[in-house]
């Protein structure tokens, strides 16, 4: 039952410390020495933590209106508020050492960061479409911004400017579609939305437009194709944790909107929803397709993570498009996948920051040998990918089993038979990275740049010296990982096993959260 009160203003406390704790970290900044600037790492961490603790304590009993109804209190913000707060501690984590050696202005970094949360979080939270809007555009400026802090690299902020460049597009092409819906139907509020799409109005031309914008709106923001264009260049261009963040957050938050919007203004819709349902269905199928097979031709590794995030959003895109059919199970089974596919994802990129702290270098061939220089973060690459690419017994095994069985079961076969078919192209992909660091052979000592053992030196005849060929040169030696990555890659290789053996208590938490958007009627 929902509970309209608009005096209940405490259940937003967590949204308040995050705030407040957001511009503790700016204040702070102002005056710690340069030298102790990484401590606002572990100030932002324990914030987000703290932030999670008071989410938990004050989770209210069934669903509580606040303002209105413009934002509300459930069991599915709370379950994403408490994801997003994690995501944001892996990130921290992440780009602790990064920040350090690479990054200035760290505390302006880490308090973006606390504000990007909270966007995320009220968009969780909202009902209306002009909160959810603004709620967006809070976290888009934020990640404008870290998309172009490598102040140091002209890529970054040549991604930054074509990030907010396009970002700003898709949200006039969002808002315009939003005065659209308004002109046509009076209201804002989802509810309303479904409330008038139901009464037997006729549906008006300028409906079918507001509602096309928003769907390209949300495109942009989710990457899908033919709205992509945007990732490969920030993903490539971006500080690597913030490459990291687009590829989980930005996507979680995103599709969190999607659901709400989808479960409680357009699926109750019936006559919207069967003709919008193919759309998104198509929608799904060539974004599965350009995602993983253009990742065939990529060279830069997160030119390739980029472009696999594409092709992972299309898969959570086919459970969406049968959420009218089955929505109990087509939610849980986007809702598990974008778990599985944020902790796989944290794994694989704090694998690769470890390696890029080290060298500097994000090439494919760039890895090499790194199982004989760094074991354990290649393992960690590797489990990774091996889950992304959906093969036991991992958790990305798990999440895709339940997700295509959604597809397969609200009648559209045809959409999970390509995504099997694209789920084993993106196999190919991923084993080029394992082949790199499991079968070729590591730089020489003192010679980062040669992938062949030292090059053709070693056994050149008419160099006048005699050569040992029976010997391989020494191996280019890399530093042990720190002790945070080493941990968040431990920490992430538990949770990705065991979400792939025993997923029932996250399925069962994740089914409250979808009860409680689930449409009426």
Known sequence: MTTTLTTNLYLLTPEFALTALAFLVFTVDLFLPERSKEWLAGLSALSLVAVMVIALLMRPAGSVELYGGLIVVDDFGLFFKIFFLAIGIGIIALSWEYARERLDHRGEFYGLLLFSVLGMNLLAMSRELLTAYISLELLSFSLYVMVAYGLREARSNEAGIKYIIIGALSSAIMLYGLSNIYAALGTTYFSGIAAELNSGNAVSPVLWVGVALLVVG???????????????????????????????????????????????????????????????????????????????????????????SIGHVGYALAGVAVLGTDFALAAKAVIFYLVVYAVTNLVVFAGVTAYYNRTGQDDIADLAGLADRQPYVAAAIAIGLFSLAGLPIFAGFTAKFYLFAAVADGGFLWLAGIAIFTSLVSLYYYLQVMRQMYIEPAPASGDPDNHQHGGDSAGDPHDGHEHQVDSDPPVAPLGRPSWLLTGTMGVGLLVVTWLGVYPAPLLALIESAGAAILPLG
């Not at 194709?225 to 590829?247: K, R």
């Not at 709400?260 to 109750?268: C, N, W």
């Open 218 to 308: 949300l495109g942009f923001k989710l990457s899908a194709v033919p709205f992509h264009m945007w990732a490969p260049d920030a993903y490539e261009g971006a500080p690597l944790p913030v490459t990291a963040y687009l590829a989980i957050g930005s996507k979680a938050a995103a599709f969190a909107l999607t659901l709400r919007l989808f479960a409680e203004a357009i699926v109750p819709a019936v006559g919207l929803w069967s003709e919008w349902q193919l759309v998104i269905a198509v929608l799904a199928a060539i974004t599965m397709l350009l995602g993983n097979l253009v990742a065939l031709a990529q060279r830069n590794l997160k030119r390739l993570m980029a472009y696999s």
